[in-house]
């Protein structure tokens, strides 16, 4: 097959429209369906389902879209490494992480980074949902578990936990839960059990609901109980990792938390000598280093 046309298919399946292929090819909607047609005609095969609206894959078409797209990350991931080569840290770094993590921890000391790298743009794709780092969804991920893939590189970074807290202004307000049962008189603020978390933070407010606590506000992730929180709305599940930011919080009932969460750095073996992912790796470290450090000086002081 012709490697030309594969790219052409590969922007119109994206697209699904010649018109938008060719945007994106700057060729004109003539130059890119000639292109298609050739290619069916090669492959004795019909590619698309054409109709007013636009174009749909066919059975075939949806098979050669997903070689076309394996095709591509593999290119990414050779491109990458050929940039990689030079001396410099520039480029794009896709890195995914939870919403919490990523928006209430790293995005926060980003700057840094950039200071030391100003070259270097950092993607930072913040979901629950766990990338596939071998099929280059992300370059690098920082995950609340370790990796299951064998062809990962992955380092330990820190653990942590899930803990209650509160505003000053709330206990001030409410008063302060001295035991498990004392919660019956607040709003707990978490996440659903259903939602999509790490095992033992769902596990620990699995347990706290046991206690017959009837007033609750669930959000889906971190950022919004912290939120809530703040706004003195109730006592929230929390991880510990927010105390070094966000010390107007105070902690309630210091013997409840959950079980340790590891966090896991990974990325894909083939990125090994990538000197961005070697950047990002010791920057998150110098800052992990630098949070623990903290952490112990307020606990002296």
Partial sequence: MDWD????FHAVADAGSLTHAGDVLHLSQSAVSRQVRALEESLNTTLFHRHARGLILTEQ????????TAMNKRLDAASARIRDSEEEVFGELRVTTTIGFGTLWLAPRLAKLYEQYPDLN??????????DLPMREADVAI???EPSQADLIRKRLMSVRMRLYASQSYLETHGKPETLKDLTEHRLICQNVTSE???????????????DITKMLYVNNYFGVLQAVSHDLGIGVLPDYLMQDFPDLVRVGPEIESAEVP???AFPEELRQSKRIAAFRDFVQEEIILHRKQLREKDIS
Avoid: H, P
């Fill in 122 to 131: 950092i993607d930072l794709m913040l979901e629950e949902k766990v990338l």
């Fill in 197 to 211: 978390q790490v095992g033992a933070g769902a596990s620990f407010v699995t347990s706290l609901l046991a206690n």
């Fill in 263 to 265: 966090v896991y750095l």
């Fill in 5 to 8: 046309k594969l790219r052409i």
């Fill in 143 to 145: 995950r609340m578990k």
């Fill in 61 to 68: 078409g949806e098979l050669l879209f997903d070689a076309t």
